[in-house]
């Protein structure tokens, strides 16, 4: 939702008050957003000593969200020319309708062009989305594109409702742990709230982003850098943001990393590519030999012809086949086994399999006895080594929202959306959607938080834009945004306690955040 309205100039915060033990705002988005939620105050739960929830809705009372038709732009883009938008209402006007020419300007994205992105066109305020639909149907049927859209999920006015729910870990107080986990395998899926059930956790919300189709991998495998008990489990896509959660999440940070994995047999040495993945597919791209791009590219998948891939115990599922080489490797990193890919990854072991180039390496140094070495480097923007200890673990998402107390909006340089092509996500960036974010305070305070959204009239959700100034709002120098939509949970002692969006219910995800207590029992 790139718009005039969005960039949140002037705007005003609720406190979140004594109860939360720190001296944070909760963001009203636009001036014209009352800092009461429905039914009156917020609500404040005291988990643990150093944790507590807040839970809230936030009203616009000037905002009057309605149905509309918006007709697409050529090749299918949001927005067009002015010329193209002031020819398209003509030719509605001349068909019997009444069309309105809207302006739609970029958000505050730290790379991405200023000013006017483009115009679309628009027929009608209607109460209801069968109307809207309707109304939909005869501007198609006289040859335009159109569809029905609510308006409360756009930046160019204030939504009418969005229903929050914010966790602050005080690591100075509270006696705890927050990790990241994939809980046992890192090629499941399962439930937030079923982890944290299990976890017996005090709040747990939703981490990165991960395969959802066999068509893009192994469905629950990661797409993005993670870490569990100081493992890496799967590789950076590029360069982007993620919450490392140091010695037990009493050190959190976050920072854009990188990951690069060598393996060295003797004097000769490969470059590994993926951790956890199905050989030749990159989700989200952003690896050094993926085609199309190897930039960060959200929810495309690329393709590697030479590639070589790494598999952990932790990946509890049976290998990919196909074409290519594997090479079984005991806990000492000794050739057990080569042949093709397949079975399972062994206790205390690890697999590699190779296909093109890749392979070819594996046939000429995989022999049995051999010792092929394994080294594994994540780093920061700045070049520094993140260490992994066991208490240590790595969330991954997309993209920076604040960085140094600012909002830097790295939408484009993360692969979010493409300036140069509209038609790639500017509804993932630019409307109103579900999400969950991570922050962190200047007095190193863990923020956890997430926003419902596709509830028209009920909860609408961010855009990013508005996600970065929600997190500077409650205080956080540093943000990003990890996965949203119908992933988008907060569990609290174990029970959902947001609404998700997928008319199914509570989405299974790949790995989340839990907050433990020092005991569970």
Not at 180 to 191: C, L
Not at 252 to 257: S, Y
């Amino acid at each position: 939702m790139r718009n005039e309205e969005s960039t949140g100039r002037g705007s005003v915060g609720a406190r979140m008050g004594v109860a939360l033990g720190v001296a944070i705002a909760l963001a009203v988005i636009h001036p014209s957003a009352q800092a009461a939620p429905d039914g009156g105050a917020w609500t404040t739960e005291t988990v643990a000593p150093g944790l507590q929830v807040r839970t809230g809705v936030i009203r616009h009372a000037q905002a009057k969200p309605s149905w509309t038709v918006t007709v697409q732009a050529p090749g299918s883009a949001p927005v067009g020319s002015r010329a193209w938008a002031d020819g398209t209402a003509g030719k509605l006007r001349d068909a019997g309708f009444a069309p309105r020419v809207e302006r739609v300007v970029w958000p505050s994205y730290a790379d991405t062009p200023h000013g006017t992105m483009g115009w679309r066109v628009r027929v009608g305020s209607y109460g209801s989305s069968d109307e809207a639909r309707s109304a939909s149907q005869k501007i198609t049927g006289d040859g335009f594109t159109a569809a029905a859209e609510w308006t409360g999920y756009d930046g160019q006015q204030p939504a009418d409702r969005e229903s929050v729910h914010v966790a602050v870990i005080d690591p100075t107080r509270f006696t705890g742990t927050v990790e990241g986990t994939h809980d046992e395998s890192v090629a499941d899926r399962e439930k937030t709230s079923s982890v944290a059930a299990r976890l017996r956790s005090l709040v747990a919300v939703n981490g990165g982003f991960f395969v959802t189709a066999d068509a893009d991998g192994v469905q629950g495998t990661m797409a993005g850098i993670g870490a569990y008990d100081g493992e890496l489990e799967s590789m950076a896509a590029g360069s982007r943001a993620a919450l490392i959660l140091a010695d037990s999440g009493r050190h959190p940070r976050i920072a854009d990393l990188t990951s690069t994995v060598t393996a060295r047999a003797g004097t000769s040495t490969y470059a590994v590519e993926g951790i956890n993945r199905v050989p030749g597919k990159v989700r989200n791209c952003g690896r050094p030999r993926a085609t199309p791009t190897q930039r960060p590219r959200q929810d495309l998948t690329c393709a590697e012809t030479d590639d070589l891939v790494k598999f952990t115990p932790r990946f509890r599922t049976t290998l990919p086949t196909g074409p290519g080489v594997q090479v079984v490797l005991d806990a000492a990193g000794r050739v057990v086994a080569t042949g093709p890919r397949g079975g399972t990854v062994p206790a205390g072991g690890s697999v590699l399999q190779g296909i093109g180039a890749a392979g070819d390496w594996l046939t000429a140094h995989g022999r049995p006895g051999e010792r092929i070495a394994l080294k594994e480097t994540v780093r920061d923007t700045a070049g520094r080594q993140v260490r992994l200890d066991s208490d240590d673990s790595i969330v991954s998402a997309a993209p920076t929202l604040v960085k140094n107390g600012r909002i830097a909006i790295d939408a484009a340089t993360e692969g979010t959306l493409d300036p140069q092509d509209l038609t790639f996500g500017y509804a993932w960036s630019n409307v109103r959607q579900p999400r969950t974010m991570a922050g962190i305070d200047h007095r190193g305070r863990l923020i956890l938080a997430t926003v419902d959204g596709r509830r028209p009239g009920v909860s609408e959700g961010f855009t990013l834009e508005e996600a970065a100034r929600f997190m500077r709002s409650l205080g956080a120098q540093q943000a990003l945004n990890l996965d949203g939509g119908g992933s988008s949970a907060m569990a609290v002692r174990g029970r959902l306690a947001n609404v998700p969006s997928d008319a199914t219910g509570e989405r299974a995800v790949g790995d989340t955040v839990q907050v433990l207590p020092s005991h569970r029992g």
